[in-house]
């Protein structure tokens, strides 16, 4: 009676499923894809799973990491960036863990399209999360200015602006040429990015959200932020609204960062600002990322490049790995685990570090993370 067989074989898949998912509920486990990428990133990544690893056996919790080789060798030997399905793959996990991408030997704009940005606007991460906090310890170039002043959070739109690839040329290599960058700003992804803020905002202490844009001379795409921006904060009046346009919050950010709380801005500007931010919060060697999608694969990245000449010489410092590996547990629902994760970074960098720069730190790579490990102990 072939019916019947087909019945009972749903019955068994379905009982083997609903096995599968209460072991998983119970022990809290993660598929992570991780991309070591080029240069420094392998290093650095391999410190921050080191230190993943050890929150989560102590705070219970597994993460099964599954490595990818994604990056500039693989695209010099294979001549494709992502191979085909990749999207899909990296779909399939809760979280992407990348090192860094960037080789010497490839042309700028192949791997940062073509891995990096795809990754983003496939997995339409529309959010790039950029805390910029300074951590007691940790020298910051801004004179007079500590830990009680520079905590703040950027939150850059990550799927359109100047970086949706719209334009063109016209005539091409002729004295007559034109190029044509144009700045994509939808309704729908401004105000999706604006509601992320508020929320965000909500959760914090202080409860300020600034808009960086420029309503001066972009009175298109600045005007359409600013429209969406008070609608969208008529629905939460326990949010304080401020604007600025973005050459004056790169000066502010310099001269009073304690004014700031949330900034919310567009990709390009968001770009330019959090690269300041990881300048005042102790520079490349700490900045953190992630760029998520609420409803889908998140990834999280040390905003530093891949500094080829430090690459295999044990001297780069993984701290910032290790914070991008902070934001994941935290993005995971691991709270705990995050915290102490920051807090164990704050005691290295406290009683070890002599700076944050590469080779200058007092320590090697593969001590940084041995030592944060230590603390999480
Ligand atoms: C960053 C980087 C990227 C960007 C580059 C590498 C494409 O600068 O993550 O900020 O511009 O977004
Ligand atoms: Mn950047």
Request: charged fraction near 25%; hydrophobic fraction near 40%; glycine fraction near 10%.
């Amino acid at each position: 009676m072939p019916e019947k067989t087909g019945r009972q074989g749903l019955f068994v898949f379905t009982l083997k499923k609903i096995h599968y998912r209460q072991v998983t509920a119970k022990v809290n486990s993660y598929r992570i894809a991780v991309i070591p990428g080029d240069g420094t990133g392998p290093e650095m990544v391999r410190e921050g799973e080191k230190v993943l690893q050890a929150a989560a056996s102590k705070f219970n919790f597994v993460l099964e990491m599954e490595r990818f080789d994604y990056g500039g060798e693989r695209y010099l030997h294979t001549g494709e960036v992502l191979p085909e399905g990749a999207v899909e793959t990296m779909r399939q996990f809760d979280s992407i863990f990348l090192g860094a991408i960037g080789h010497p030997q490839v042309k700028p704009g192949i791997l940062e399209k073509g891995l990096l940005l795809q990754l983003r606007f496939e997995l339409d991460q529309y959010i790039n999360l950029r805390p910029v906090k300074l951590y007691p310890g940790i020298e910051t170039p801004l004179k007079d200015k500590g830990p009680e002043e520079i905590d703040f959070v950027v939150v850059r739109e990550n799927t359109e602006g100047l970086y949706a690839g719209s334009g063109g040329f016209l005539r091409k290599g002729t004295p007559y040429e034109v190029a044509v960058q144009e700045s994509i700003n939808t309704r729908r992804g401004v105000e999706r990015c604006l509601r992320y803020a508020f929320e965000l905002c909500r959760n914090r202490d202080r409860r300020k959200l600034t808009l960086c844009a420029k309503t001066n001379v972009l009175t298109y795409a600045s005007d359409l932020w600013e429209r969406a921006f008070h609608e969208v904060g008529e629905e939460h009046p326990e949010i304080e609204r401020d604007y600025g346009h973005v050459d004056a919050v790169a000066m502010w950010m310099v001269k009073s960062p304690e004014q700031f709380d949330v900034i919310v801005t567009d990709n390009m500007f968001g770009d330019i600002i959090t690269d300041l931010g990881a300048i005042i919060q102790g520079g490349m060697g700490i900045a953190a990322g992630a760029n998520i999608n609420p409803e889908g694969t998140s990834m999280f990245e040390p905003i530093g490049g891949s500094a080829p000449k430090y690459a295999n010489k044990n001297v780069i410092n993984p701290l910032a790995a290790i914070c991008a590996g902070r934001m994941m547990l935290e993005h995971l629902g691991q709270k705990e685990a995050a915290l102490a994760v920051e807090n164990a970074v704050v005691e290295t960098c406290r009683k070890h570090l002599k700076s944050l720069s590469a080779g200058q730190m007092g320590h090697s790579t593969n001590e940084i993370g041995d030592l944060v490990v230590g603390y999480l102990k």
